[in-house]
């Protein structure tokens, strides 16, 4: 069983610029979720994909994009990137999408920006 | 929007102790999950609690659900270098994502 792998694992880039962030769900997970987490805090909802649909976002803005492809890998898009966004984006992928589902996480990918 | 507060936010102790985390909210939640986060590596599912009052174990891991869903527990004991990570717990209502508390990090010193 293959786990869910997250690609780039570190990337830098400054401000202003727009970012992909890649995803492959775990073997039989059709829901992804990602996460933003800010050093020494928990991982915040961005959104999740269920069946290539958006299926919930957490208070983040619309320069924060993202699609899900039909075999459930995910990419997230951010556009005019702040320094604020500096942070690790989890990709994490589960069964179903509700939130009594286990969530698979990925290693994430550490942006910074300068 | 539905909160979820951990205590404490750090907590450093010698090998051999025991502690004890908690997870509270002001919400009910269907479920809670526990998670343990090292360094360059994302979460990893500890336990999955259900039902109001239910007591899970995962070796020296003690896991309570509040009996009204709103609170959890995590007790530890005889900590080891090991058991050194962020301690996250996560919830929802069911039919909504997954909402994570700030995490507890732990350092257990040899």
């Known amino acids: 069983e293959t786990g869910v792998t997250q690609s780039p694992t570190h990337l830098i880039k400054t401000r202003g610029q727009q970012v992909t962030l890649r995803c492959s769900s775990q073997s039989g997970h059709n829901t992804v979720s990602w996460y933003q987490q800010a050093l020494g805090q928990g991982p915040q909802f961005i959104f999740q994909?269920?069946?290539?649909?958006?299926?919930g976002r957490g208070n983040f803005p619309p320069r924060f994009s993202g699609l899900q492809f039909p075999n459930y890998s995910s990419e997230l898009n951010v556009n005019a990137l702040e320094l604020d966004d500096s942070a690790l984006y989890l990709c994490?992928?589960?069964?179903?999408?509700?939130?009594?589902?286990?969530?698979?996480f990925g290693d994430g990918t550490r942006l910074s920006i300068l | 929007t539905q909160l979820l507060e951990q205590s404490p936010q750090f907590l450093s102790i010698q090998e051999g102790e025991n502690l004890t985390v908690y997870c509270n909210s002001s919400s009910v939640f269907s479920s809670l999950q526990w998670y343990r986060q090292e360094p360059g590596e994302g979460p990893v599912l500890l336990v999955t609690?259900?039902?109001?009052?239910e007591v899970k174990k995962l070796k020296r891991l003690t896991f309570q659900f509040g009996d009204a869903r709103k609170d959890s527990s995590l007790h530890i004991t005889a900590a080891q270098p090991g058991d050194t990570g962020l301690y996250l717990c996560?919830?929802?209502?069911?039919?909504?994502?997954?909402?994570f508390g700030k995490g507890t990090r732990l350092s257990v010193i040899a």
């Open positions: 996560a919830g929802g209502p069911g039919n909504t994502p997954l909402v």
């Open positions: 609690v259900v039902t109001g009052g």
């Open positions: 994490a992928s589960s069964l179903m999408p509700d939130s009594n589902q286990p969530q698979h």
């Open positions: 994909y269920y069946r290539e649909e958006e299926n």
